[in-house]
């Protein structure tokens, strides 16, 4: 079986840019978590979604959204990009919603907002 | 304050060396309670649950304290291959991990 794959991987935008990142979950699983990895901290929890609607959210402005399609594949949007979104996104998928079953992460995508 | 807060070191230690970690968290209602391992650039990849009976797995000892809202993390007998940053977690509302700083780790020969 695959594991979670994100797309792309590097990529770099322009401040005030919308950026579209790509997870697709392990198969089997119907929960996709987003996380934000800022440089020398640990991943902080942006939003899950289960079964294609958004399941609980961090403390992260509304310019950051989501959606999870029928597969159970994922993308994080973020709107008017700045300096400070500059991070590694992972995006991590589980069996269920509410479980840590086969809680697995993406090797991430590293985004640098200039 | 953090929800999970960790000593984000660096820890240089020579190969061989007992390393501890240390964690704390403030949320009383975590439920489940884990130590992820990173390596440069890469994703975290679990590295063992911590239970409060404590639990170990070869040279990695784990402990939960709930009193305290206390964790540890014992690795005896270090080898160079420990080197890496380790996240201490909380899982928290039926759906999100809550991560530290973590702590990295240099393994010196």
């Known amino acids: 079986e695959t594991g979670v794959t994100q797309s792309p991987t590097h990529l770099i935008k322009t401040r005030g840019q919308q950026v579209t990142l790509r997870c697709s979950s392990q198969s089997g699983h119907n929960t996709v978590s987003w996380y934000q990895q800022a440089l020398g901290q640990g991943p902080q929890f942006i939003f899950q979604?289960?079964?294609?609607?958004?399941?609980g959210r961090g403390n992260f402005p509304p310019r950051f959204s989501g959606l999870q399609f029928p597969n159970y594949s994922s993308e994080l949007n973020v709107n008017a990009l700045e300096l400070d979104d500059s991070a590694l996104y992972l995006c991590?998928?589980?069996?269920?919603?509410?479980?840590?079953?086969?809680?697995?992460f993406g090797s991430g995508t590293r985004l640098t907002v200039v | 304050r953090k929800e999970v807060e960790q000593d984000p070191g660096p820890f240089n230690v020579p190969e061989g060396a007992t390393v501890a970690f240390n964690c704390t968290y403030s949320?009383?209602?975590?439920?489940?309670f884990f130590w992820y391992r990173q390596d440069c650039r890469k994703e975290p990849k679990l590295l063992m649950s911590?239970?409060?009976s404590g639990n170990e797995d070869g040279r990695f000892t784990a402990q939960l304290n709930r009193a305290s809202q206390y964790i540890s993390l014992l690795i005896r007998d270090s080898k160079l291959s420990d080197s890496a940053t380790y996240l201490c977690?909380?899982?928290?509302?039926?759906?999100?991990?809550?991560f530290g700083q973590g702590t990295r780790l240099t393994i010196n020969p």
């Open positions: 991590a998928s589980s069996l269920e919603q509410g479980h840590l079953w086969g809680y697995t």
């Open positions: 911590v239970y409060s």
């Open positions: 979604y289960y079964r294609e609607e958004e399941n």
């Open positions: 949320n009383s209602a975590s439920q489940s």
């Open positions: 977690v909380a899982f928290q509302g039926a759906q999100k991990l809550v």
